[in-house]
């Protein structure tokens, strides 16, 4: 090429898990069996009504012309409901943008909030997508060790320590990838305030909400109106090839998001918003609500299992569908064990690297977002290989 890039494409890391997945690919292509355990992708098809509601509005025309930039009206008063009926909270469907997946609700808050050297503080490990995009605006995603004293989450101490003049706000997730961990609620009411109190932003993703097992599900919006919420069609609702999501905003945000998304993309895609709505409906709902109860029984039995192959789980997962394992017992390099795992036993994993600096030689995800019996299989591989491999 005799034209240059972007500088910013340097400070951007490839996803290794898509390596993962494409040499996956190759050895089914060969014939091989494999078990993917590195997906954060459920298994589950979107629920029947849904698919339903989309196939009516492709039938009546609904699903051929723009929606609003924010959104239908009805899918975001269909939201506000959720908020109050599941978990008791008011959010005014004016406070809620519908937007191109959770994907676009961070491309949205990003452009409004980093600018040029803008530091945005965040946990390690995290989903490494989230500090991309605020390299993308020529931010500074500065990432915080957490580790298990604080469930891998940002803590309001660490805030204050890292805290400096060109710090803007903090990002977090809850639960989180990959570690599939929650912020207490004491814990994320300490650190909205320790950021509240330097004038910064609090930028919560919740895309795996809907997914909590042990305790009753709440959102950081319990904590004011000046917080901002990511959440999706994706993981709950298992609707991810949609690309459907919503932002949370402050009342004095709305303008401006309005005026990005009119840009950035005109509106999210219509048939989605329209088979969204049935979503809400009590038959997709308790769809939703079995499938969080097996989701659940997978973790259950997969957790033990993995302790027993000699992995070490230092905080049970309490949401979302995914264990951050401990592989320093079997390896000393996280990255080369995925492999070797891949290709000795046809069991793919993630390896730590993705998802920042700290630990990453010693942790893997593993992602049970598949079915019980092909999560037997994948732990039966692992137990004839590994005493060998060790």
Known sequence: MNFALAQRLQQIAPFHVMEMIKRAAELEQGGRSV????????????????????????QNGAAQRYTAALGLQALREAISKHYRDALGVEVPAARIVITAGASGA?????????????????????????????????????L?????????????????????AQTRGVLLASPSNPTGTSITREQ?????????????????????QGLTYDDAPFTALELG????????????????????????????????????????????????QHAALACFTPEALAIAEQRRGEMRRRRDYLVPALRELGFEVPVSPDGAFYVYADCSRLTDDATVFCRELLE??????????????????????????????????????LANYLPRAG
């Open 344 to 381: 000795q036993t046809g069991v793919a994993i993630t390896p730590g690297v993705d998802f920042g600096e700290t630990g990453a030689r010693r942790f893997v995800r593993v992602s049970y977002a598949t079915s019980m019996a092909k999560l037997e299989e994948a732990i039966a591989r």
């Open 35 to 58: 078990i993917y355990m590195c997906i954060g992708e459920p298994d589950f098809a979107p629920a029947a009504p849904v698919l339903a509601a989309a196939q009516q509005a492709i």
């Open 106 to 142: 961070l491309l949205l808050a990003c452009a409004a909030l980093v600018e040029r050297d803008a530091e945005v503080l965040m946990p390690d490990p995290s989903y490494p997508c989230n500090r991309h995009f605020i390299t993308a605006f020529n931010g500074r995603p500065v």
């Open 225 to 272: 109106e000046d917080l901002i919420v990511i959440n999706s069609f994706s993981k709950y609702f298992n609707l991810t090839g949609w690309r459907l999501g919503w932002l949370v905003l402050p009342p004095a945000l709305l303008p401006e998001i309005e005026k990005l998304a009119q840009n950035f993309y005109i509106c999210p895609s219509s048939m989605a």
């Open 144 to 164: 915080i060790p957490s580790g298990p004293e604080d469930r891998f989450q940002l803590s309001a101490s660490r805030v204050a320590a890292h805290w400096r």
């Open 188 to 208: 994320l009411a300490q650190t909205v305030a320790a950021v509240r109190e330097r004038g910064g932003f609090s930028l919560v993703d919740e895309i795996y």
